[in-house]
């Protein structure tokens, strides 16, 4: 089934806000147009919870309050917010969507930040009465503003990292041009690539969709620092990328078959190093402060892309939490119970450092791993991993090309 999403009807063009007109956004009615083109009508489910609570149009402004809605001129109208969301929630989860797109800073759509309930304009952390109860159910909410920080652009362009496996995406990339990574500051100078990886930045399109394609990393077992691993993120940022596919090859810690693609939902960092720990690392990026929260480190508006990209492809997908180790050895039977203890899925030797670059300057990152072997087996080579991942690597790609294809932005 196609992606599915729910969505403000106020972003849509439908005058339903509570001055009597509407909020259009151009990144969503483009996002909605290119869905109904794959999916029908039905791909666009919109919603307005202040309509369907009963509420008319125009009507008086309203905000949260500790746990009450109330409105400019004192009335209490919680019931009806809380009644129009019920609804909301009925129609979204009849709709077969995962993902809800809703105004931003609303007291029913707001996610993360709405107004603080003084009507003086001031935002707070918080969620609005509807996007509480869709991020309930499990819905992943999101705001307009995502979308439209996430529209790929010549200007912002969709930066991929290639693990072992995915040559075959920098091969369908129509370059306009081309960088050797000798030319990335801040990457070792004479590195040497491991095998099935290049080091030449290709800067062009796949499909029509811009993007800037990386077919090689260095690692830490190589010896290189954690400013020299994580380059090729800044230099992805200063190109003006913001968002990022970090692709890599894993071992499984449970029970996913080798030739799966796994979403990376989280991460555990066990390099022993981190690059924000680097003062060199912190100016070179142009971090001010390096005390990053990494919750939410993995972007779920993009993992929603790989989900529907997966079910297109009729490809089985994995999701769960990547342990990054130093390497270069493979993991000790013991190490790999630990690992499940920690609750890790799959095990690899790059990409958290990579993603914890990413996550401080802003971008939206998506995790895909390529499952290549079973962790902690005497039988684990290097040979039979990358023979693993060019196995696998047909589907990953699929996975890959389809985020870009719902990624679209106005080049769809």
């Not at 499990?138 to 991929?160: N, Q, R």
């Amino acid at each position: 089934m196609p992606l599915r999403i729910v969505i403000s009807d106020c972003l849509l063009g439908a005058a339903c806000r509570y001055d009597g007109g509407s909020k259009p956004h151009l990144g969503c009615l483009r996002l909605a147009r290119r869905l109904r083109a794959q999916g029908g009508e039905q791909a666009v489910a919109p919603i307005c919870p202040e309509m369907l609570g009963g509420l008319p149009c125009p009507r008086t402004p309203a905000e949260v309050r500790g746990d009450r809605v109330v409105r400019s001129d004192g009335v209490d109208v919680t019931r009806a917010y809380t009644d129009g969301a019920a609804r909301s929630v009925d129609i979204a989860k009849a709709s077969g969507a995962r993902l809800a797109i809703l105004k931003a800073r609303s007291p029913s759509c707001g996610s993360g930040a709405i107004y603080d309930g003084t009507f003086s304009g001031r935002v707070v952390p918080g969620d609005g009465v509807a996007a509480q109860m869709l991020k309930r159910e499990g819905f992943t909410v999101v705001d307009e503003e995502l979308v439209k920080y996430c529209e790929p652009s010549f200007e912002h362009p969709v930066a991929i990292v290639l693990g072992s496996g995915l040559g075959a995406v920098a091969d369908r990339v129509r370059a306009v041009r081309r960088i050797p990574y000798e030319d990335i500051e801040g990457f070792p100078a004479e590195a040497i690539p491991v095998e099935e990886h290049r080091f030449e930045v290709l800067v062009g399109t796949i499909d029509g969709m811009p993007v800037v394609v990386y077919p090689g990393r260095v690692h830490l077992y190589q010896g290189y620092s954690a400013l020299e691993v994580t380059s090729l993120i800044r230099h992805a940022y200063r190109l003006g990328c913001r968002d990022i596919i970090l692709t890599c090859a894993s071992g499984a810690v449970g029970d996913i078959e080798p030739g799966t693609t796994g979403i990376i939902r989280d991460q555990l960092n066990l390099t022993g190093v981190n690059p924000l720990a680097s003062a060199a690392c912190v100016a070179e990026a142009e971090i001010e402060v390096p005390f990053i929260s990494m919750a939410g480190g993995y972007s779920s508006y993009l993992a929603e892309f790989a989900r529907a990209a997966a079910q297109d492809a009729g490809a089985p997908l994995a999701e769960g939490v990547y342990a990054g180790l130093l390497g270069p050895t493979y993991e000790t039977a013991a190490e790999v119970r630990a690992l499940g203890v920690l609750g890790a899925d799959y095990v690899g030797m790059s990409t958290v450092c990579e993603a914890i670059m990413a996550h401080a300057l802003g971008m939206q990152v998506l995790g895909l791993t390529l499952v290549t072997n079973k962790a902690g087996l005497a039988s684990n080579t290097h040979a039979e991993v990358l023979e693993e991942a060019e196995r696998g690597g047909e589907v990953c790609q699929k996975i890959i090309l389809g985020v870009l294809r719902y990624l679209g932005g106005s080049h769809a």
